[in-house]
Structures are given as C-alpha cells and as structure tokens.
C-alpha cells in the first residue's frame, strides 16, 4: 500500500495557493489548504508531511507558522516577497524562502524535493522505517537522533 504524503498550503492570495495545489497534485501529494492563521495553525496540530506558507497572512504572518511546523520537525516552505530580512529569518528557522517574483514549477518543486531529502538525511538510517520517526507530532526527529546517538 501506498502512503500519500500530505502537505498544508497556506496562502491569503487564492491565486497563489492554487499555483501551488495545481504543482503540487501531479506530484503525487494529498493537499489541505488555509487561507488564514488561525486555520493552518488548527489544521497544522494534525500532522503534515509539508508545511508550504505565503509570509503575508493578515495580522500574522507565514514566518509564525514556520516556528511551529519546525517545533514538530515539519519541513517548511515559506513564500513570499524578495526581501533580505524575512529570507534571513526564513533560513535561521530552518525553512527555505522562495521568492514570488522568481517562483515556477519547477524551481518550487525542486524546492520541495531538496527539503525532503534534506529531512530524511537528518534522521538515522535505522529510524527511517519506524512508523513513530515518521510521526511529527509523537516525536520529533531531533530526540531520536539524539536517542540514537545516546545509545
């Protein structure tokens, strides 16, 4: 049996989110989309294998989602407008910033591909089968690296 990964695209511009829906879907992902904060933090508490958000969303912003998704160990895309300070941040959460004005297919996909690849390095070889590694909201990949090593 095949196991679909998931992904949460959160955006405030419905033109954006669809771009991203309509690249992501042949790519073989099950997408669950937002539109505000408030709604992608909820849906974020029930696991995501990819957490993809545009940096403006109202009264907060993309960057917030990110800490969190990061805090469960969801790799994050972020979104947004070029601009050295939120690409700074972006990177320091330890999330890839993608600029708008340069965004297409491909290069979002490669994007998408280079942060998965990115996370399963980071999780030991021995954990990669093991259905709880898998689950970012039981254990983040962090304390069972940190296990491993222990041991």
């Known amino acids: 049996m095949q196991r679909f990964r ?22 073989g992902w099950n997408i669950t989309t937002a539109h ?3 709604s992608a933090k909820s849906r974020l508490d029930f696991g995501t294998d990819l957490l ?28 947004g407008r070029p601009d050295a300070v939120l690409e700074r941040d972006a990177e320091q959460l330890g999330s890839t910033y993608l600029r708008k004005d340069e965004l297409n297919h491909h290069r979002f ?5 280079a942060k998965l690849d990115l996370l399963q390095h980071l999780i030991p070889a ?9 689950r970012t909201w039981a254990v ?11 041991n």
Do not use: H
């Open 6 to 27: 998931s992904a949460l695209v959160v955006a405030a511009t419905p033109g954006l989110a669809a771009r991203l829906c309509a690249w992501l879907k042949p790519a």
């Open 36 to 38: 505000t904060y408030a």
């Open 52 to 79: 993809v958000t545009e940096v403006e969303l109202g009264e907060y912003n993309g960057l917030q989602l990110a800490v969190r998704a990061q805090s469960s160990g969801v790799p994050t895309l972020v979104v």
């Open 109 to 113: 996909l490669i994007a998408v591909d």
């Open 126 to 134: 021995a954990c990669r089968n093991v259905e709880f590694a898998r």
């Open 140 to 150: 983040r990949s962090a304390t069972v690296v940190r296990r491993m090593l222990l």
